[in-house]
């Protein structure tokens, strides 16, 4: 696979900001910044080492391939991640109070694990795919993936939240994580032509959903 | 047997884990609330963590066996030196920086102090994360090979489970009952019982150097730990009373160190939500009576001599201006009972809501007497209804009435959670649930001298309009505040009967402000796309 190290920065990238948008989102509807932003962080690191585990009980036949649709995946998730909460706080308006904040509380939550989970799987896949076309570069890889992060803390409080606020920054993120399945996606062999031309559509309209969608549900929930 | 050895490996694991993000978790809120509450600067602490934490894992994985097993119990024990002193030494940076400047007590922090205090808490953060690294790579390693081929899976899962047990416990359990200098001594401790428990069991190596190093480390955070509170005081009565040092001369130092053991201690109340500070100075107006000032996180609130300027100038005006006595007032935050007090003076007003967020505030204000003799105990009056809720949140609500007057009294937002009260959708909410030719009022800090293009003034009246309000009426006495109508009305005279004559010759009207506002939806802020209030404010 060609620029392994500029995939991994880019992906390891993605990764922490729909993170830290989760958080963003978790608390704006829920409160309590500090709290929201810590415990996502625990939540990302913990199911970064379950990911990393379950990648050695499962022997990946084609490392290149199966990191296609994990950034597929999460290329989808990202661009669901800021839709699915508001959603969850309107369908859930006829619960009681107390239900009501655990749905929304549970959603935000499982995005959360799901997404780090998926996370988790990129850096030992990657690692292998380094690892196999040049010895020893499977450290660089890890460093990279730990810049990438550092990288993505500044970036999205600083350049994304301030610039392009919350649903636009996910809309950035899940584009750049599209183009990047798609580069993985193109360099496979046989082409996943069917796969590839299915993700870029659902990613396009969830692009959409969350331009004309969200003002909306923004409007629906706050009044 | 091994199922035991097993189990340890993995307890030790977790706790390492544990204590680690732990240091994190404290150093970062220690930075949080020494600048005021601003998010950049803790993240960064964070992404300090996250790389020393790779750097070490980097340098331990071209480590052999044996070297990583003899680095093991001397790296924990600087791990618990390190990360137990942290915020002594972060809370001690703070106030030197706080010592030799004259920045204005309450209001913001200025950028450098900001960005030393930030890299402060990122070198500790680094450092503690570089130690932390070989921590993993030690136990998968160094320890038993046997059970490691087997079993390295739980090993590593528990590892991270650790760091999640960590981001629960430390900010939800620890941080509330033992505050900044006591839970880092804590963790301190642990680190060190870990130190001591390995050099003694797991690392094969009884080292009497490694032995008297936990004990020294120990002694010192014992040591530390009876003097913690007297050490807390000198750091709050520092950062409110600015004693400066202007030179290195040791008369300097022993001449400020009275002033601190003379003042007043200053109390402090962690509760859910924030720190509550009274402080008692000397008041502005003579020497001889002590004035006490409530801060909400360091921010300045009020003080009990120029509190009644303040709150009689928020509730009268708009009335006064707009020239209808309203029935039916909603009151968010003002959990201190004075706007209520106010309100109280008019019999025309049936009944008042008041939604504040800090039960423990309001429990204050209720029963601490500085707070009664000053409220008279207005939360306690049959007309007002004392709500316990996120205000926000109440809004949203479809079961509330509509209120003909909504005074909103938060603190400035200095914080992000404060800023969601001055966002679009918050002013939205409260339109909704204002009655025909109902007004809102508000305090906040409008730039008064030079309106900088894009800076607070022009976000929030750029903010008010876009949730639908059309008049505006910016005043001043010595805070200020905008009161504001969807529908116009026509201004009548200020002077009401009452204002005190004190509070009448401090009110000026300030709608000159709103010609120099830039009118652009650029400028509104909103909870998903939020703007920052200028330096200091974010």
Redesign the interface.
């Given at each position: 696979m060609k620029s392994v190290r500029l995939v991994t920065f880019v992906v390891a990238f993605c990764s922490i900001v729909y993170e830290l948008l989760l958080s963003e989102i978790s608390?704006?509807l829920l409160?309590?910044?500090?709290?929201r932003?810590?415990?996502t962080?625990?939540?990302y690191?913990?199911c970064?080492?379950?990911g990393?585990?379950y990648y050695?009980?499962i022997k990946f036949k084609d490392n290149a391939r199966s990191l296609f649709y994990v950034e597929l995946a999460l290329s989808l998730l990202g661009l669901m991640a800021p839709l699915i909460p508001l959603l969850v706080e309107i369908g859930a308006s006829g619960m009681s109070e107390h239900l009501h904040k655990q749905a929304v509380v549970g959603s935000v939550y499982l995005l959360i694990i799901y997404i780090g989970l998926l996370s988790g799987l990129e850096l030992p896949l990657l690692m292998a795919i380094g690892e196999k076309q040049e010895e020893g570069q499977s450290?660089r890889i890890?460093?990279i993936?730990?810049?990438a992060?550092?990288a993505g803390?500044?970036v999205f409080?600083?350049v994304l939240?301030?610039f392009?606020?919350?649903?636009?920054s996910a809309i950035v993120v899940g584009l750049l994580n599209l183009a990047i399945f798609v580069f993985i996606g193109r360099q496979l062999n046989p082409l996943p032509k069917r796969s590839l031309i299915i993700g870029v559509a659902l990613a396009l309209l969830l692009v959409c959903a969350n331009i004309f969608g969200?003002p909306l549900l923004?409007d629906r929930v706050?009044? | 047997m091994s199922l035991i050895k097993l189990s340890s490996l993995i307890l030790l694991t977790m706790l390492l884990s544990f204590c680690s993000f732990g240091y994190q978790i404290l150093i970062a809120f220690g930075v949080s609330a020494t600048l005021g509450g601003s998010t950049v600067p803790w993240l960064l602490t964070i992404g300090a963590f996250l790389i020393g934490l790779g750097y070490g894992g980097f340098k331990a994985h071209a480590l052999g066996d044996e070297q990583l097993r003899a680095r093991f119990v001397p790296y924990e024990i600087l791990v618990a030196l390190v990360g137990g002193a942290s915020l002594w030494i972060l809370l001690f940076a703070d106030s030197a920086l706080n010592m030799t400047s004259l920045q204005t007590i309450g209001g913001q922090v200025p950028l450098s102090h900001q960005i030393i205090v930030c890299a402060v808490g990122c070198l500790l953060s680094g450092g503690v994360g570089y130690l932390s690294g070989f921590e993993l790579p030690v136990v998968l390693k160094a320890f038993d090979r046997q059970i490691m081929q087997r079993y390295s899976h739980w090993v590593i899962g528990f590892h991270y489970a650790g760091t999640l047990f960590s981001s629960i416990l430390v900010q939800g359990t620890l941080l509330p009952t033992a505050d900044l200098l006591k839970s880092s001594l804590i963790l301190g401790f642990l680190s060190c019982a870990i130190a001591f428990v390995s050099s003694l069991f797991v690392a094969h190596q009884r080292d009497w150097k490694h032995l008297a190093s936990i004990a020294f480390v120990a002694g010192l955070f014992l040591f530390a730990s009876s003097h913690a509170e007297q050490a807390y005081q000198y750091y709050l009565k520092i950062h409110y009373l600015r004693p400066t040092i202007t030179s290195l001369e040791s008369h300097h130092f022993i001449t400020a160190r009275e002033i601190l053991d003379r003042s007043p201690n200053v109390e402090r109340t962690r509760t859910k939500y924030q720190y509550i500070d009274l402080v008692r100075t000397p008041s502005p107006r003579n020497d001889q009576e002590m004035d006490t000032v409530l801060y909400l996180d360091t921010h300045v609130q009020f003080g009990s001599s120029k509190e009644k300027i303040y709150h009689e100038l928020m509730t009268h005006v708009p009335i006064e201006t707009f020239g209808v006595i309203p029935s039916r007032v909603l009151i968010a935050g003002g959990g201190d009972g004075l706007l209520a007090r106010e309100l109280l003076r008019y019999p025309e007003i049936n009944k008042i809501d008041l939604v504040e967020l800090d039960a423990d505030l309001l429990d204050m204000a209720m029963m601490d007497d500085r707070f009664t003799r000053l409220n008279l105990r207005a939360l306690e009056n049959p007309k007002v209804e004392v709500m316990v809720d996120d205000a926000f949140q109440y809004l949203r609500r479809n079961d509330i009435p509509k209120y003909d007057a909504i005074y909103i009294d938060f603190p400035f937002p200095h914080n992000p959670d404060l800023a969601r009260l001055y966002s679009r959708e918050f002013y939205r909410l409260a339109k909704r649930n204002l009655a025909q030719g109902g007004f809102i009022v508000l305090d906040f800090p409008m730039e008064l001298l030079q309106a900088k293009t894009g800076g607070r003034n022009d976000v929030i009246f750029n903010t008010l309009k876009s949730a639908g309000f059309t008049q505006f009426f910016p005043f001043t006495g010595y805070d200020s505040f905008i009161a504001a109508r969807t529908t116009a009305v026509e201004i009548k005279s200020s002077k009401s009967p009452l204002i005190s004559e004190q509070s009448q010759q401090a009110l000026k009207l300030r709608t000159d402000v709103l010609e120099q506002v830039a009118w652009d939806d650029r400028y509104v802020h909103s909870i998903f796309h939020p703007l920052s209030f200028g330096q200091g404010f974010e």
């Open positions: 608390a704006t409160g309590g910044t500090f709290y932003y810590i415990l962080i625990g939540l690191i913990f970064l080492g379950i990393s585990i050695e009980r450290i890890l460093a993936d730990f810049f992060t550092f803390i500044l409080p600083l939240m301030k392009t606020g919350l649903f636009n969200a923004v706050f009044g | -």
